[in-house]
């Protein structure tokens, strides 16, 4: 394809195409040109760099997260759409953790995404760096959760690249990894199961996880506006008898009579 009827997007399309089947590692001008019937030249014409071409492939993997509406009451089911919708995307495209660790991933799409989140903390009640703190959160536990399958990827990757099926060679590797965990027991009754795969979790792991955070940030919200309302009614109105009275030391002293002993302070009175 001549340089001139290529454009920036069917660039990045191809690239994301290439990156999911290959990785990081994967990438290179020569084998994206092919994809595309151009030369290499004509690739670093429309995007600049490797670099750069990685950094416009992950912003725009961001602009496949839907943005649900935000409502204050309803704050939970929107904050849910999102991180499912981000771990989903993650899942999809593998390589891009990779790149966070070595790129700079940011342009309009994860802006986007981004600003949408904080808007959806902000309508829970969250304020100031609160709102950030609960974002960064549920993110991380995205980010965390996402690592697994993106972990296995590379490895079946990097094992096929070494010579042979990836997929074969890991079976054998995890029958050592399984000849290990049958020295404990805990470890050893779950061979059997779907958790003993390589990073691999039993069903329902993400959403398990997601709806516990979500719980304690719904009752950090609850635990940070109940003593406030609770003091406001508690709080005493003073009535005339609760006012200070005024101290007998910090009174001003009036004339005393000598025949008034009395009235006078008890050293006072003693020195006399």
Not at 37 to 50: F, N
Not at 194 to 200: I, L, M, R, T
Not at 227 to 253: N, T
Request: include cysteine; aromatic fraction near 6%.
């Amino acid at each position: 394809m001549p340089r001139d009827t290529l454009t920036r997007a069917q660039i990045v399309a191809a690239a994301i195409e290439l990156l999911d089947a290959e990785g990081l590692e994967g990438l290179n001008m020569r084998a994206l040109g092919a994809r595309l019937g151009a030369a290499a030249t004509a690739v670093y014409w429309h995007v600049g760099s490797k670099d750069d071409l990685i950094a416009l492939a992950g912003d725009e993997a961001w602009n496949e997260i839907a943005l649900p509406a935000v409502t204050p009451g309803d704050w939970r089911t929107a904050a849910t759409s999102m991180a499912t919708d981000l771990y989903a995307m993650l899942t999809r495209h593998p390589w891009l953790l990779q790149a966070f660790g070595s790129f700079l991933v940011f342009g309009p799409g994860k802006a986007r995404h981004d600003d949408h989140t904080l808007a959806i903390y902000e309508a829970a009640g969250f304020r100031g760096a609160e709102v950030d703190r609960a974002a960064t959160t549920v993110f991380t536990f995205v980010l965390g959760n996402a690592l697994a399958p993106a972990a296995a990827a590379s490895l079946r990757r990097r094992l096929g690249r070494e010579g042979g099926d990836g997929e074969e060679q890991l079976r054998e590797q995890m029958e050592k990894v399984r000849e290990v965990a049958a020295q404990f027991p805990r470890l050893r009754a779950r061979l059997r199961t779907a958790a003993a795969a390589y990073a691999a979790a039993p069903d329902g792991t993400f959403e398990l996880g997601l709806e516990a955070i979500l719980d304690g940030l719904e009752a950090r919200l609850i635990a940070h506006r109940t003593p406030s309302k609770r003091a406001q009614r508690a709080r005493p109105r003073r009535g005339r008898r609760d006012r200070p009275r005024r101290s007998i030391a910090c009174s001003r002293p009036g004339p005393v009579s000598r025949g008034s002993r009395s009235s006078l302070p008890p050293t006072r009175m003693a020195a006399r």
